[in-house]
């Protein structure tokens, strides 16, 4: 293959990389700290584009121009109000649900989550429609070859990945991610440590959310359209990734993003009809699972007496 | 008993669902001393723990720390009080390396300082950890786990460290060596409140004890006179009469 179509294809792959992980890692830490599967978390990454979007319109209507100001305000407002939303969530559902059969949570989170597509569709202006998402990265290119590097490309990738690296360093060397870490392994023990588990677990969908709201937005700027339904691939795309990384393990759900993004773009290069590169996608996934039912990286715990 | 209380369990009733396992429960662990908890599997020693700990509230009674209510304090702040508890199968996190743990047990502490200083206190006990501060604790072996286990329980700096079933499923070795590090913690002016089947051991650096059989204290005194009481003998090998 012409190497710079295959530098193409690789850009294109990382962007999505990069978006699935952000929301694979959520389902991972949801399920570390409570072993619930949060099925409404897809319509939170979706839910986080349109506040983004409203306070684009917000600020649209006040007459302020600049996209570094538009930019910040998006994601501010709408990693917030995710993160907001993500720990009402656990506080009101999810966490009265803990007596109750698995089955429970997940039936509750997947209405959650029609609850919060229908409420866009009804109440966002014109919602049931594909809204355009405003361009605010540059949109200039250099071209090298074949290849064309478009920098708004490269600032998704670069900023999902150093979104991805802080979120890493604080799981694994702040206080709060310690004990994020403790409930997760151990969640009585780590009460008996003096650490204060519904705290936890409300930080826990916080932070979950928040990124889902950063993959929401980048879907949005990279393909400069958002609508109400497309929550529903990313949560199921979201959800595989963690899956076959390896449920509970952060670095398995980042690993998983990339290989779902990979076995896409792979599809999508060996099949003419573009359709087919979630039927090959979703197939080799299936695989994986059954070559590895605990993931790439099983959390499992080697226990030795 | 007029010995100045730690912790003091008045009239404690506690249970799962239906039933009742500890059913009206006094007892005192003395401010300095070992306080020993005996009693056979079922007893409901466990469950007593986890009542002082607040993991399974009290239905009735009350639980007094240094005086102070804590029958319906949770978790997490009747820790922060001063209790630390070395739990029953060590509990090591396994996914964390050992210093990792040692940090998570001096959680409520927030001074960096402090937690260096009480890092190298207990690496001073344990001279084996020094060199697998990077080891993840799950690959490390009954024993080790056991010393981390303690080692984290004294992270916490308590003033009351609660150890439940220091014996349990280790080599003799260990456990003497265990029994050793108990008596030597509580020589550094921490009260203790041990829970254990091994009698003999237990009696031996316990100041005082308890003997708990169907969810009732069958027996209590000091260590010399628990040795020579026929309830002890009864409730680990069932009645005679």
């Known amino acids: 293959m012409d190497p710079g179509l295959l530098g193409q294809y690789l850009l294109n792959g990382l962007v999505l990389g990069v978006i699935y992980a952000m929301v694979a890692v959520g389902f991972t830490l949801f399920f570390g700290v409570l072993d619930v599967i949060k099925f409404s978390h897809g319509d939170v990454v979706m839910a986080g584009a349109f506040v983004g979007l409203a306070a684009y319109a917000g600020l649209e209507h006040l007459g302020l121009h600049s996209p570094l100001l538009a930019l910040a305000l998006i994601v501010t407002a709408a990693t917030a109000a995710m993160a907001l939303f993500g720990a009402a969530a656990a506080r009101y559902l999810v966490l009265p649900l803990r007596g109750a059969p698995p089955l429970n949570t997940l039936l509750a989170t997947l209405m959650l989550g029609l609850a919060l597509r229908e409420a866009v569709r009804l109440f966002y202006p014109n919602g049931s429609n594909p809204k355009p998402f405003p361009r605010l990265l540059p949109v200039e290119a250099i071209d090298i070859g074949n290849f064309t590097l478009r920098y708004d490309s490269a600032i998704i990738v670069l900023g999902g990945l150093a979104a991805i690296f802080a979120l890493h360093i604080f799981i694994t060397r702040s206080r709060l991610g310690l004990a994020i870490r403790a409930v997760a392994q151990d969640a009585e023990t780590a009460r008996v440590m003096g650490i204060d588990f519904r705290a936890v677990v409300l930080a826990t969908f916080a932070l979950g959310s928040a990124l889902a709201a950063l993959a929401g937005v980048a879907n949005g700027l990279y393909y400069s359209e958002v609508n109400f339904s497309m929550g529903l691939l990313l949560g199921v795309i979201g959800f595989s990734c963690a899956v076959v990384g390896g449920l509970g393990s952060v670095l398995g759900a980042i690993l998983g993003?990339?290989?779902?993004?990979?076995l896409q773009t792979a599809g999508a290069v060996w099949f003419a009809v573009p359709a087919y590169k979630d039927v090959f996608a979703f197939a080799a996934v299936i695989l994986v699972m059954a070559w590895k039912p605990t993931g790439l990286i099983s959390e499992t715990p080697a226990e030795r007496v | 008993m007029s010995t100045d209380a730690q912790l003091a369990l008045e009239d404690v009733v506690v249970g799962y669902d239906q039933a009742d396992v500890l059913t009206g429960v006094s007892m005192r662990a003395a401010r300095g001393e070992i306080t020993c908890l005996l009693g056979a599997n079922g007893a409901g020693k466990t469950t007593l723990i986890r009542a002082v700990l607040g993991l399974t509230p009290a239905r009735r009674g009350r639980?007094?720390?240094?005086?102070?209510?804590?029958?319906?304090?949770?978790?997490?702040?009747?820790v922060r009080l001063g209790i630390a508890c070395i739990p029953e199968g060590r509990r090591v996190f396994p996914r964390m390396t050992v210093e990792e743990n040692l940090r998570a047990g001096a959680y409520v502490e927030r001074n960096s300082a402090a937690i260096a200083r009480r890092l190298t206190e207990v690496m001073d006990v344990f001279p084996q950890l020094r060199s697998r501060v990077r080891q993840l604790a799950g690959t490390m072996s009954g024993g080790e786990q056991a010393m981390l286990s303690i080692g984290r329980g004294l992270m916490g700096a308590p003033r009351l460290l609660i150890v439940d079933e220091p014996s349990l499923g280790l080599s003799p070795l260990y456990v003497k060596e265990n029994f050793a590090v108990i008596r030597r913690i509580n020589e550094t002016g921490v009260s203790v409140l041990l829970v254990e089947q091994n009698v003999r051991q237990t009696l031996a650096i316990a100041h005082r004890g308890y003997v708990l059989a169907q969810g009732r204290?069958?027996?209590?005194?000091?260590?010399a006179t628990l040795q020579q009481a026929p309830q002890v003998r009864d409730a680990y090998f069932g009645q005679a009469h």
């Open chain 2, 217 to 223: 204290i069958a027996a209590a005194g000091d260590a």
């Open chain 1, 257 to 262: 993003g990339f290989l779902f993004a990979a």
């Open chain 2, 63 to 78: 639980l007094l720390f240094e005086g102070r209510d804590i029958t319906r304090l949770p978790t997490h702040e009747i």
